[in-house]
């Protein structure tokens, strides 16, 4: 019987309600770091918890041995907000085993708990089968992630040196759909943006004043509008100017993973729609995976209580984040978008922009050795060639590690693809999570 | 000295949190009703609290006398809801008053309790120095008049015969701006609607679904920008085919208003903008008072919280009121409205339209007799030439009252133009309160 049951050891990590945006849940963010640090040393490996100006980074090693190669392993303990709450059908951090499923369902299971704990618990099982490594291993579980990381990359400027690996690996992205081994070679960058109209002083009566007062709501929903032609192509000038065009064999890529996923079906599964929307001219994989975007995640003002109320009101709140591709740079993005959005308003509305975090897009050849070697165990571990995948979501420090540590990352994704990330009732599948415990000592002894 | 102190008995009526929109303030609405029918015995009038389907309608008569004319004033004891709290300097239903500037802060002081109760008082007033009046006098104090009066049509229906007067009173418009006394001679309709844009069956994470899947959000901004023109002008078809023209004489008499009252820059004080915008063509006072709107009074949805949640968000919701001038038929332009959303949907998502209540516009001639009788008792009172107006606000009951009772209205604003009306800190200068009071005692002489 091994040191570390799986399963229990998951529900334990999945407990902590590490949300790391929202400031009330400051101390279980430290007691989910703390938590980790047990676990490390309990492998015998050497640890050591890292403060930061925002939430700390965890960092264990193996004994090193300077004629093996180094591979850093890198995930996070920091979960996304869990409301909607009402929607979830069980609390969020109250770990639920469905056995008909095959699934465990708490926030963070997928994104990324079960992912980042499955390479610790291989590396653990391995030291006790064997009592060593092929390779020397460095954890890095960050807590800020969620929020982009945004202390991640002087940690790493500082740490340089001591970090410094051959190789990166991150199981932060997803199987391909019907739950498919896949590999990632490259992921979308982030940039997030909030504006505020501000209009009258106060909130106006609609009758006594409407038709001489620019109403904010009715402002900041042009502004939205203006973003997006009726096909949803982007509006903003210059936003598609570094775009780096889809390669023929990227698109061969993403037909056959279609073909063999069930093309269009499964998304709008997935996603609960009858009917899917985006840019003319690219498939869907390639609309989420290689065209950038902008997105309204939030919208408020005026009145939110039931019934009516006859106002105009005084200002209005909107939340816009951005997934962009190589070789877009957010930093210029977000300059655009706020001109463009400046440009527009109309005689008595004023508009204030809160840029929010950002992160580059990444693109990496999947045909390097490092990336051979990846694929060669994922197909030992699934029984299947792995698919080549251009995923929608961002991990903005992947671009980091390539600038700061000079390597590149190898994106094995294990997070089923109905894992409902970021929604309500986030799951995983206990068999990707197991898997992924082998596909962890396989792998290392290929890029040993 | 007289039985009823006007400031505390105004006090005590506005002590009531009678917000008729919010369930939770049922039993305030009952409450205030049952005072009034208190003050009302009080008087030595003959009373009655009706109930209806909704909130209580207060009737209180004088002893009819066959050989005089009938008066029937009308007034609601309801109020806005009080949000946002936080902008109020006191509580909104803790009265306070500012000597310095002689008002009075409570949510509903002006919109309508210190000018029914002028009312009310005036004839207290009367009866305690004659015993008797020139006029019958039939008091009608509704408490759904927020909520669009929804059950007060067919209680008139109902009570029709011994409701029926020579003549209507109504205090629930403004005075002039520059708090100069006014006769409103046109009221705005209203028409309101709420629309729920639902496209995935829950919130998606923006990486891995953005660009493949239209979102609610954006879908619904585009919806609330294809409803004007940049310049302020709606674009829905048919939208302006009933209205009835300015006359030459009404943009006289704009005009005159405007240069006696400072303005436009009174308008953008009182709103607290730098500039004003509106439709093209048309002055401010004839866009607030003679041109139809559309304001967006909410919307919502996604991520309301701090920071950032990278969501495509479920649904979202949209609360739109229109008002409207003479001639325009609030259940076409409803219907109008809800077709032109419809048809602009994208795929993937549905729409659910709400409709919500509705009133017509009014207009009727100053040049009658009463509405001459009106004029010169404003004038003794206040001592010039009242200002002929277009009020840009609703009481959709105006139009039941031609309708049913056959009668017109007289329009008589006694609210202070920086009154606050439906905002925070709501207010009412005394001397207009204090005015009315003497008001009422002239008119109902000349009415007699």
Same mark, same amino acid.
């Given at each position: 019987?091994?040191?570390?049951?799986?399963?229990?050891?998951?529900?334990?990590?999945?407990?902590?309600?590490?949300?790391? !945006?929202?400031?009330?849940?400051?101390?279980?963010?430290?007691?989910?770091?703390?938590?980790?640090?047990?676990?490390?040393? @309990?492998?015998?490996?050497? !640890?050591?918890?890292?403060?930061?100006?925002?939430?700390?980074?965890?960092?264990?090693?193996?004994?090193?041995?300077?004629?093996?190669?180094?591979?850093?392993?890198?995930?996070?303990?920091?979960?996304?907000?869990?409301?909607?709450?009402?929607?979830? !059908?069980?609390?969020?951090?109250?770990?639920?085993?469905?056995?008909?499923?095959?699934?465990?369902?708490?926030?963070?299971?997928?994104?990324? @708990?079960?992912?980042?704990?499955?390479?610790?618990?291989?590396?653990?099982?391995?030291?006790?089968?064997?009592?060593?490594?092929?390779?020397?291993?460095?954890?890095?579980?960050?807590?800020?992630?969620?929020?982009?990381?945004?202390?991640?990359?002087?940690?790493?400027?500082?740490?340089?040196?001591?970090?410094?690996?051959?190789?990166?690996?991150?199981?932060?992205?997803?199987?391909?759909?019907?739950?498919?081994?896949?590999?990632?070679?490259?992921?979308?960058?982030?940039?997030?943006?909030?504006?505020?109209?501000?209009?009258?002083?106060?909130?106006?009566?609609?009758?006594?004043?409407?038709?001489?007062?620019?109403?904010?709501?009715?402002?900041?929903?042009?502004?939205?509008?203006?973003?997006?032609?009726?096909?949803?192509?982007?509006?903003?000038?210059?936003?598609?100017?570094?775009?780096?065009?889809?390669?023929?064999?990227?698109?061969?890529?993403?037909?056959?993973?279609?073909?063999?996923?069930?093309?269009?079906?499964?998304?709008?599964?997935?996603?609960?729609?009858?009917?899917?929307?985006?840019?003319?001219?690219?498939?869907?994989?390639?609309?989420?995976?290689?065209?950038?975007?902008?997105?309204?995640?939030?919208?408020?003002?005026?009145?939110?209580?039931?019934?009516? @109320?006859?106002?105009?009101?005084?200002?209005?709140?909107?939340?816009?984040?951005?997934?962009?591709?190589?070789?877009?740079?957010?930093?210029?993005?977000?300059?655009?978008?706020?001109?463009?959005?400046?440009?527009?308003?109309?005689?008595?509305?004023?508009?204030?922009?809160?840029?929010?975090?950002?992160?580059?897009?990444?693109?990496?050849?999947?045909?390097?050795?490092?990336?051979?070697?990846?694929?060669?165990?994922?197909?030992?571990?699934?029984?299947?060639?792995?698919?080549?995948?251009?995923?929608?979501?961002?991990?903005?420090?992947?671009?980091?590690?390539?600038?700061?540590?000079?390597?590149?990352?190898?994106?094995?994704?294990?997070?089923?693809?109905?894992?409902?990330?970021?929604?309500?009732?986030?799951?995983?599948?206990?068999?990707?999570?197991?898997?992924?415990?082998?596909?962890?000592?396989?792998?290392?002894?290929?890029?040993?």
């Amino acid at each position: 019987m091994p040191t570390f049951d799986s399963i229990s050891t998951l529900i334990e990590y999945l407990r902590f309600p590490s949300v790391s !945006t929202q400031p009330e849940h400051t101390t279980d963010v430290v007691a989910c770091a703390t938590w980790l640090e047990a676990l490390f040393k @309990k492998m015998g490996l050497s !640890t050591a918890i890292h403060q930061t100006p925002g939430h700390p980074i965890v960092i264990a090693k193996t004994i090193p041995d300077p004629k093996k190669r180094t591979v850093l392993i890198y995930g996070h303990y920091d979960v996304q907000p869990s409301d909607p709450l009402p929607e979830w !059908t069980s609390p969020p951090f109250e770990p639920r085993i469905n056995e008909e499923e095959g699934k465990i369902y708490a926030r963070g299971s997928s994104d990324n @708990k079960a992912p980042t704990l499955a390479h610790i618990l291989g590396v653990a099982q391995a030291l006790e089968e064997k009592g060593t490594l092929p390779v020397n291993v460095i954890f890095l579980i960050e807590g800020e992630e969620e929020i982009g990381s945004p202390h991640l990359a002087a940690f790493l400027e500082k740490h340089r040196e001591e970090l410094k690996p051959d190789v990166i690996l991150v199981s932060d992205t997803g199987m391909a759909p019907g739950n498919l081994p896949a590999m990632t070679y490259a992921l979308r960058g982030v940039a997030a943006l909030e504006f505020i109209v501000r209009g009258p002083s106060h909130d106006l009566h609609s009758g006594l004043f409407g038709g001489a007062i620019a109403n904010p709501l009715t402002v900041a929903a042009r502004l939205i509008a203006s973003l997006h032609d009726e096909k949803g192509h982007i509006l903003i000038p210059g936003f598609y100017d570094e775009v780096q065009p889809l390669q023929p064999w990227e698109r061969e890529a993403a037909k056959a993973l279609e073909e063999a996923a069930g093309g269009d079906e499964s998304i709008k599964d997935l996603a609960g729609v009858k009917e899917l929307f985006g840019e003319a001219g690219f498939s869907t994989l390639e609309r989420i995976g290689a065209r950038p975007t902008v997105e309204v995640n939030g919208f408020g003002g005026g009145y939110q209580g039931e019934g009516t @109320k006859t106002i105009l009101p005084k200002e209005a709140f909107v939340k816009l984040s951005f997934r962009l591709v190589a070789n877009q740079d957010p930093q210029k993005i977000l300059e655009l978008a706020s001109n463009y959005l400046r440009q527009q308003l109309p005689p008595g509305v004023s508009i204030e922009i809160l840029l929010g975090h950002s992160g580059e897009a990444c693109f990496s050849d999947p045909q390097s050795d490092d990336g051979k070697a990846a694929q060669e165990a994922l197909q030992e571990t699934f029984g299947s060639q792995p698919f080549l995948l251009r995923d929608g979501a961002s991990i903005p420090i992947i671009a980091s590690f390539k600038k700061i540590l000079g390597v590149d990352t190898l994106l094995i994704g294990l997070a089923n693809p109905d894992c409902g990330m970021h929604s309500p009732n986030e799951n995983m599948l206990l068999k990707n999570f197991l898997d992924g415990i082998k596909l962890n000592q396989v792998l290392l002894e290929k890029l040993r």
